[in-house]
């Protein structure tokens, strides 16, 4: 049981670490591609359109902080 806990654990991070990527701004494929999966596997491991929302966020936040 604790080998299962470990692996959810790693997926946690490895998720985790995805989402971290994207929010400073690597592009899914670059993600991807570090990841030696494709784009659409990428895709399916969060709900539609979220990648897409969170470059939404991305770009805000730079619009705001050449504006600032």
Do not use: W
Not at 18 to 40: E, F, R
């Amino acid at each position: 049981m604790e080998s299962n806990e470990t692996l959810e654990e790693l997926r946690a991070i490895k998720m985790l670490l995805i989402l971290n990527a994207l929010a400073q701004g690597c592009q899914q494929k670059h993600v991807a591609a570090a990841l030696g999966i494709s784009d659409a596997t990428l895709s399916r491991m969060f709900p539609k359109g979220f990648a897409r929302e969170i470059a939404k966020i991305v770009e805000r936040r730079l619009v705001h902080t050449d504006t600032a």
